[in-house]
């Protein structure tokens, strides 16, 4: 999938999570960073691309994708495995808690989880596409939903834009309705004081 469906899926996820539980009292700064961290998330399997966003726009993103490039065996490999996800989990994990005394007030475990979720939704969205995702690595084994490889999505063609992206979209308007009068109330009250 392109980092554009990737983006948009990563936050469909988190909204799903998010109406599944009563909302918790979060502060701006920590709902600012998740949001920021689950788009990260989202995108970030990909830096085994040489094309991947994060390389891109990221300073340190080309000398750091060249360095993945040799731990990780190539596109679609490590960081698109449960390993990877694990692995995706703990680098966070202690770069969050080396910056948590930077930000008091940032509930990290929360930013923790949005990151994760989005590294989660990305492989979930790949597992629909053509090359399949090998999730059980060492176990060489590509996943793919449908399992017949024609039935299933090419990234960047037709059925990317005219079904995925609209029924992500569709997922959105859906979840947010869900509770629209919670997500007012708490605007209103958590976030602007
Ligand atoms: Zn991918």
């Not at 698109?80 to 930000?103: C, K, R, T």
């Amino acid at each position: 999938m392109t980092a554009r469906t990737h983006d948009l899926a990563a936050i469909t996820a988190l909204a799903l999570v998010a109406v599944m539980q009563p909302i918790p009292v979060l502060t701006l700064s920590t709902v600012l960073l998740a949001l920021l961290a689950n788009q990260i998330g989202g995108i970030a399997p990909d830096i085994d691309q040489p094309t991947a966003p994060l390389r891109r726009n990221l300073p340190i993103g080309h000398i750091f994708g060249k360095l993945f490039d040799l731990l990780s065996g190539g596109h679609r490999f490590l960081s698109h495995s449960l390993i990877g996800v694990v692995l995706f989990g703990l680098l966070a994990h202690l770069l969050l808690g080396a910056l948590q005394p930077l930000m008091p007030h940032v509930d990290t475990q929360i930013v923790l989880l949005a990151f994760m979720i989005g590294v989660l939704s990305h492989l979930v969205m790949d597992t629909f596409t053509k090359e399949g995702v090998p999730w059980l690595l060492p176990i060489p084994v590509k996943f793919g939903i449908p399992p017949i490889k024609k039935f299933r999505v090419t990234t960047g063609h037709w059925a990317e834009h005219l079904l995925v992206i609209p029924l992500l979209l569709l997922c959105d308007v859906a979840l947010i309705a869900s509770r629209y009068d919670q997500l007012l109330a708490y605007i209103h009250h958590q976030l602007i004081r």
